[in-house]
């Protein structure tokens, strides 16, 4: 952090007016701001050792020179997780889904409304705060002889590897992270793939996953990891509601 106990934030626009009326907003606000006007000049900055330790938000135009705010948002995931809330005078669905399917985690139009910006801002920093304080135990999910380490991406159950594709892995991944809660069709479909179907349908027209079939994606999850698919120990059918995974929360 640039001072103490103060959220700093990485401000991007190319409209000199909108990076004042930023910096004005969050410094009034107890903000450290750093504001640059170009992707690259967020890149290098970003990229330089331990720096991007050094901001808790960015705030990106999408309308940017050279490299646009959707390539400078997905360059950034690759190298930090710090909340991004993208600004942009597009509003359209397919806009927002786009920003929000390649790593963004919230889309604000312009003209904004000062008080909803930090609104949201405090709303993520909140979020962040509690994902980093629960990252170190959420690293690694064991329940009954299975075993995830999410820094690895590895499966293991009673001790041996099994291979998962990318659906199964966050559909066992979710499913261990709410143990003993009951979870509808609707709620795991939101939870893990409502954003990809949404940008899929909207740009594409395809629609590769629904509710309902989520129900083949846990039977295939089933035959791997239950010893008799037919009579499951782990994920457990709620007839007329959805599942639920191992024993009863407290």
């Known amino acids: 952090m640039i001072a103490e106990n103060r959220h700093t934030i990485l401000a991007v626009d190319d409209d000199p007016v909108v990076i004042k009326l930023l910096k004005r907003i969050l410094i009034q606000e107890q903000f450290e701001v750093l504001a640059v006007q170009t992707a690259n000049q967020a890149l290098d900055i970003l990229t330089r050792p331990n720096n991007t330790n050094e901001f808790d938000l960015a705030i990106i135009d999408l309308m940017l020179p050279e490299i646009d705010g959707l390539e400078l948002c ?12 993208i600004l942009s005078a597009k509003d359209t669905d397919v806009d927002k889904i786009v920003g929000l399917s390649i790593g963004a985690d919230d889309y604000l139009t312009k003209p904004f ?11 993520l920093l909140r979020r962040t705060h509690r994902y980093e304080t629960a990252s170190a135990d959420l690293s690694l999910l064991t329940y009954n002889g299975i075993e995830i380490n ?7 159950l009673n001790g041996e590897p099994i291979e998962l594709s990318p659906r199964l892995y966050n559909l066992l991944c979710y499913f261990m992270q709410n143990v003993g809660r009951t979870l509808t069709r609707q709620g795991i479909f939101e939870a893990l793939w ?38 499951p120990i782990y994920i457990k059918t709620i007839w007329g509601v959805g599942y639920k995974f191992g024993v009863e929360t407290a």
Request: charged share 30%; aromatic share 2%.
């Open 194 to 231: 409502s954003v990809e179907q949404k940008t899929l349908s909207t740009i594409k027209g395809e629609n590769t996953i629904s509710p309902r079939t989520i129900d083949v994606h846990i039977r295939h999850l089933r035959e791997l990891i239950e010893p008799n698919p037919a009579k």
């Open 74 to 85: 997905r360059r950034i995931r690759l190298i930090s997780q710090i909340p991004i809330i």
């Open 113 to 123: 409304n000062p008080q909803e910006l930090v609104a949201r801002i405090r709303a």
């Open 150 to 156: 999410r820094e690895l991406y590895q499966v293991k």
